[in-house]
């Protein structure tokens, strides 16, 4: 009979394996560590490595709750647009040689779009209907009109924010923490946004209604409140509407926050109170604050108690549920806040240095691009301001330029990604997207069969290029017959037989050009050879593939030795 084995040789070799996972992990870390904490800084966001570990702890943790539906596969209105746009304070631009400075450096760094305020109390100053500056005897519309006609000279579009209530409007006027308040009588800012709208109808398309007003002083020194709110959006989508039935109207952006009221809400609680009271059918775009504040905007960290750049995520996930899947989400503000090192007041929005503020700032663009179909245009927070006056305001450090043109380190770096070629990624894309580019004869034929009113038809002669990064393409169609009208070359090889399959979301008929393939970028070209080809849309499938193999692995030996460690202790006791 053999004899049991002795307790110290196990305990021994116990003792030995687990120190050799323990190397094996230091070893690991060693030989990988940049690779390893570049992987962990695209997971968490972070670069401290310290707290690179600690966020991978809690990304793992939060691994175990179901991931938020964001329908990114359906297809969405106000999306294939160029998403590059800059908040301004133009209409704060005293020298006209200053205002058209700013334009040429906009149109520079490539944005086509700006989000400018439209204040209330700026254009109907005195009284209702009272569209004259009395202090400087000049119509009160001259600015805005100036800033328009500058916008159309150099092409840019833009969001006009209306809000801001002059002191007329409310019984209390301009008393302390009421100066952005919501006016007593709804339908006179109903009035207001008509007037506006009517008054640069074909020009400015885009309007955003109110800002923030789930936090002070936004909504005025009262409890915030969202049945309010969605009043005040419907009467102004309604007249909107009625000044220019194409406006596109923006719900304002909500801004990040975790807390509870009673004067700052919660995001996401204000927005389900929104639904509750009826928004749905009063906006066209969702907006929002899509702040990163502390962490980087890789951070896939996401929670409802987290205030981070993934945070738009759970946004989206609200839509979804209650049935605005086919509406996006524009991002009214996103940046990262510069603050001095030797800044004296509190860092509310976080700090980073110039250096990270600009590589964050192309990171966020990117991420969204290649992982939101949902998200639409995206505006930096911000431009430059006219003085120095708020250098003592944290928020002061989000500029792109100094008060006198200084640029930053992110101007050149969003002026570089600007540059990028156009790219359609992962998603369900309307005819109209931004990076098709139509040669030849193409027609755009409204017809309600389509997926969201209209198709491209191209006649023979026609062609199609376009560059897309994906796993696999389809193209959405009217007819599924006509397959054998075009002829598709992918990566300059003619691809052979367009299997007929479905596009997502919607069923609608389609025809597949490719599943598989590499994720990267790809080059198509479409030649229409015979007949007409009614394109009704571009579905890029991205079969996503985690490069975590490493972190993950040494978390898993790490795993391995803490176990042998545990057994090793429950063995003397």
Do not use: C
């Not at 004067?263 to 775009?285: I, K, S, T, W």
């Not at 969204?368 to 708020?390: H, I, K, Q």
């Amino acid at each position: 009979m053999p004899h049991a084995p002795d307790r110290t040789h196990t305990l021994r070799r116990l003792a030995l394996t687990g120190l050799a996972l323990v190397a094996l992990v230091a070893l690991l870390g060693w030989v990988e560590q940049d690779r390893i904490s570049a992987t962990m800084a695209s997971v968490t966001g972070e670069e401290d490595p310290w707290h690179q570990v600690r966020g991978m702890g809690s990304w793992l943790l939060l691994q175990l709750q179901p991931a938020p539906d964001t329908a990114p596969m359906v297809p969405i209105r106000h999306t294939g647009l160029p998403p590059y746009g800059v908040n301004t304070f133009l209409e704060q631009e005293v020298e006209v040689e200053k205002l058209e400075r700013s334009f040429q450096l906009i149109a520079e760094a490539g944005f086509g779009w700006i989000r400018q305020q439209f204040p209330w109390e700026d254009i109907e100053i005195s009284g209702k209907g009272d569209f004259w500056d009395h202090q400087w005897d000049q119509s009160a519309w001259d600015k805005y009109d100036r800033i328009v006609d500058m916008a159309e000279a150099h092409g840019i579009e833009i969001i006009a924010r209306l809000d801001n209530p002059p002191a007329w409007s409310r019984e209390v006027g301009d008393a302390e923490g009421w100066s952005l308040g919501p006016p007593d009588d709804f339908e006179d800012f109903g009035d207001f946004v008509y007037a506006v709208v009517d008054r640069y109808r074909g020009r400015i398309r885009y309007y955003q209604i109110w800002n923030e007003p789930n936090i002070y002083p936004e909504w005025g020194d009262q409890t915030v409140d969202p049945e309010a709110y969605v009043e005040l959006l419907q009467i102004a989508y309604r007249r909107a509407k009625e000044a220019d039935p194409d406006a596109v109207v923006l719900a304002a952006g909500l801004a990040q926050t975790i807390e509870m009221g009673p004067r700052n809400l919660n995001d996401l609680v204000y927005l389900e109170r929104m639904y509750e009271a009826g928004a749905q059918g009063h906006f066209d775009a969702m907006g929002a604050m899509v702040y990163g504040l502390w962490t980087g905007p890789l951070d896939r960290r996401l929670g409802a108690e987290r205030t981070n750049f993934a945070r738009a995520q759970l946004l989206r996930e609200i839509m979804v549920r209650y049935g605005d899947a086919d509406k996006p989400i524009w991002a009214t503000e996103v940046g990262w806040n510069a603050l001095p090192a030797d800044f004296e007041g509190t860092a509310y929005y976080g700090r980073v240095t110039p250096e990270q503020q600009a590589r964050y700032a192309v990171q966020a663009y990117e991420r969204a691009a290649r992982e939101w179909p949902w998200m639409g245009v995206m505006n930096y927070w911000f431009l430059r301001r006219p003085s120095d006056a708020e250098i003592g305001q944290a928020w002061y450090y989000f500029r792109m330029f100094e008060p006198d043109f200084e640029p930053l380190p992110v101007f050149d770096a969003m002026r570089n990604l600007t540059q990028q070629p156009p790219t359609v990624h992962m998603g369900y894309h309307q005819p109209d997207h931004w990076a098709l580019q139509y040669r030849g004869d193409w027609l755009e034929i409204a017809d309600d069969a389509a997926t969201l009113g209209s198709y491209r038809q191209g006649l023979p002669g026609a062609e199609l290029t376009f560059q897309f990064v994906g796993t696999g393409l389809d193209l959405v169609v009217m007819d599924p017959t006509q397959a054998d009208a075009i002829v598709v070359y992918l990566d300059g090889r003619p691809v052979r037989g367009l299997a007929h399959t479905v596009a997502p979301g919607n069923g609608a008929p389609a025809l597949r050009v490719a599943r598989n393939l590499q994720d990267r970028p790809h080059e198509v070209h479409i030649f229409v050879v015979g007949g007409a080809f009614d394109l009704d849309g571009v579905v890029v499938w991205r079969q996503t593939r985690w490069t975590l193999g490493v972190p993950l692995a040494v978390a898993g030996l790490v795993g391995v030795a803490v176990a042998v460690g545990l057994r090793l202790w429950g063995s003397r006791r």
